[in-house]
């Protein structure tokens, strides 16, 4: 019996590498999906110890691309079982200083190609009455913050997909899972632009192979969303009784960790982002 295939986006680094890693030594083939080809090369070969596994270099960024990338791979190789939407890009600026350029590839990779993977593996997944999309969104989908504009825009609209298809077809066998994470220690954080919220990091970051445990136990045990960590949960509480006193906590908390709107540019990664688009 062939073993069940896996799509890892943003395979070459934090939670998509960790992810690839507990799935391969589940017995799963392995489909690795960034831009680093060397990096996804040598994985590959690490995760031939104990799955099939293999390299895709694409461009999340590029539109159509992830979607043209999918449907010829299903039609080689057969239906996908798992996909995992983990790459994710951001912009650490306030929105007006983000060009509409900068905003669009957000969205490309965050959003869209996500819907075009899911587009191109779910009617193989219905075909066959099972199969699981996870998508890695964030702890802003809860409460957006400071200078995460398109991000948090983003990742909401990732959320609400998944929400609607969970309802569309969580009864036909094909589930659809959201991991929420915070701040995630990630090599993102090297770059010295970051060192406002890499403070924040040594106090609440979460190492990758958290969420990645995460992404694993819910293979097993399918949850619509789930935090990581799972005291983020009282974000909901927070809302419920006061939406607007916990916009303003928060609000507040991320603007005095941005230096008072006076942050640098940062890199086009965003730091709860995991892996390479």
């Not at 979460?206 to 619509?224: F, G, W």
Request: charged residues 20%; aromatic residues 6%.
């Amino acid at each position: 019996m062939d073993p069940a295939i896996a799509i890892i986006t943003g395979a070459s680094s934090g939670i998509g590498r960790e992810t690839a890693l507990r799935l391969a030594r589940r017995g799963m083939r392995t489909v690795l999906v960034a831009r680093r080809t060397p990096r996804l090369e040598t994985l590959a070969e690490q995760l031939r110890q104990h799955a099939p596994s293999e390299a895709a270099t694409l461009d999340l960024a590029s539109p159509g691309a992830a979607g043209a990338w999918l449907t010829g791979w299903v039609a080689a190789n057969g239906p996908v079982r798992v996909l995992v939407n983990n790459a994710g890009v951001g912009q650490y600026t306030p929105y007006l200083e983000q060009s509409a350029d900068d905003h669009r590839r957000v969205m490309n990779v965050n959003y869209f190609a996500p819907a075009e993977l899911i587009r191109a593996a779910l009617p193989g997944m219905l075909q066959q009455g099972k199969g699981h999309v996870i998508n890695v969104c964030s702890i802003t989908t809860r409460m957006a913050t400071w200078g995460h504009a398109a991000y948090c825009a983003s990742k909401s609209a990732l959320l609400a997909l998944s929400q609607t298809l969970e309802a569309e077809h969580g009864a036909d066998g094909v589930r659809f899972s959201c991991v929420n994470p915070g701040l995630v220690k990630t090599e993102f954080f090297d770059d010295p632009r970051y060192a406002p919220l890499a403070r924040q990091l040594d106090k609440h970051g979460v190492a990758p192979e958290r969420v990645a445990k995460t992404i694993e136990a819910l293979i097993d045990r399918p949850r619509l969303e789930v935090s990581v960590p799972g005291f983020y949960r009282v974000i909901d509480l927070l809302r419920a009784a006061s939406p607007r006193a916990t916009h303003r906590l928060f609000a507040g908390a991320s603007r005095a960790t941005a230096g008072n709107g006076e942050a640098s540019p940062a890199p086009a990664d965003t730091p709860s982002a995991s892996a390479d688009p």
